[in-house]
């Protein structure tokens, strides 16, 4: 079930693959506690 557009040789990432790694990026960061807090 992929779009037409896709080429299924070469492999993009969706955005929402990169908002997932860009979480876990994050999570382990405040975990490592490199960030101490996030301000929000």
Do not use: C, F, H, Y
Not at 17 to 40: D, T, Y
């Amino acid at each position: 079930m992929s779009s037409p557009n896709e080429a299924p040789a070469k492999r993009r990432i969706s955005l929402d693959e990169w908002a997932v790694i860009a979480a876990l990026v994050l999570a382990l960061i405040v975990r490592v506690g490199i960030l101490k807090q996030v301000p929000w």
